[in-house]
C-alpha cells in the first residue's frame, strides 16, 4: 500500500536532490532515497517498477526545466543569431559545472527516456542550432552541413564539460577554464561558418 503523503514527485524530486549533493548518480540509490523521504525501499516500488525507471523519470523533469530551448523572445534570430549562439553555450557550460550530477544522468549515466515530450526537446534544440548556425554562414550551407557543424560544436562542448566535471584540468581556475572553452567554441563555430 502507498504510504500517505509519498508521491512520485517527491521521490523524484528527492532523487535529483541527492544526485546534485553527490555529484553522482551511482552515489545514490532507493534506501538512501526512501531514508529522506522517511518511507521503506519497498514502498518506492509501488511507483516505480526499477530504480532505472525512477533515473528516467529524474532525466524527463532535468530535461523540461533545464535543457528545454530556452526563450530567446528578446532576441531577433535574423539580426541576433551569434548572441543567441553565445549565450547558448554560456548557458550549457554553467550548467555543467553548477549541476555536474545532473549533467553526468543526463548525458553520460542514463539511458535516454522514451518520452515523446524528450525527443521533442532534443529536436527542437537541434533545429535551432542548425538555423543558428545557417544565420552565421557567411557560406550558402544546406542543413546536413550546418547540423555536421552543431555536432562538431557539440562534441567539442561536451568532452572539455566531462574533463572539467571529472577534475581532469590541471593548473587552471574554473573560471579561465570556462574562459577558454568558451573562447575556443567561438573559434571552432568562426572557422567552420566564417571561412
Known amino acids: 500500500m502507498k504510504k500517505i503523503g509519498v508521491s512520485k ?9 541527492l544526485i546534485e549533493e553527490h555529484k553522482d548518480v551511482s552515489k545514490v540509490n532507493l534506501r538512501e532515497i526512501a531514508r529522506i523521504i522517511g518511507c521503506s525501499a519497498s514502498n518506492i516500488y509501488n511507483y516505480y517498477n526499477s530504480y532505472e525507471e525512477l533515473l528516467s523519470d529524474a ?4 530535461f523540461k526545466e533545464h ?8 532576441f531577433e534570430i535574423e539580426k541576433d543569431a551569434e548572441d543567441i549562439l553565445k549565450k547558448s553555450i554560456k548557458n550549457t557550460v554553467t550548467f555543467a559545472l553548477e549541476h555536474p550530477g545532473l549533467y553526468r ?4 549515466d542514463g539511458n535516454l527516456p522514451e ?3 524528450i525527443v521533442n526537446v532534443i529536436k527542437q534544440n537541434r533545429v535551432r542550432a542548425i538555423g543558428l548556425i545557417k544565420k552565421l554562414s557567411l557560406k550558402d550551407i544546406d542543413e546536413k552541413e550546418a547540423y555536421r557543424i552543431s555536432k ?10 566531462c574533463r572539467m566535471i571529472s577534475g ?4 587552471e581556475t574554473e573560471d579561465s577554464y570556462k574562459k577558454e ?6 573559434l571552432i563555430i568562426e572557422k567552420l561558418v566564417k571561412k
Open 115 to 117: 518520452s515523446k515530450e
Open 181 to 186: 572553452v568558451y573562447t575556443n567554441a567561438l
Open 152 to 161: 562538431i560544436l557539440h562534441a567539442y562542448l561536451h568532452g572539455e564539460i
Open 67 to 74: 535543457i528545454a530551448v530556452p526563450s530567446f523572445e528578446a
Open 59 to 62: 532525466q524527463i523533469c532535468i
Open 9 to 17: 514527485d517527491q521521490i523524484v524530486r528527492t532523487a535529483i536532490r
Open 105 to 108: 544522468l543526463i548525458y553520460l
Open 168 to 171: 581532469r584540468i590541471i593548473s
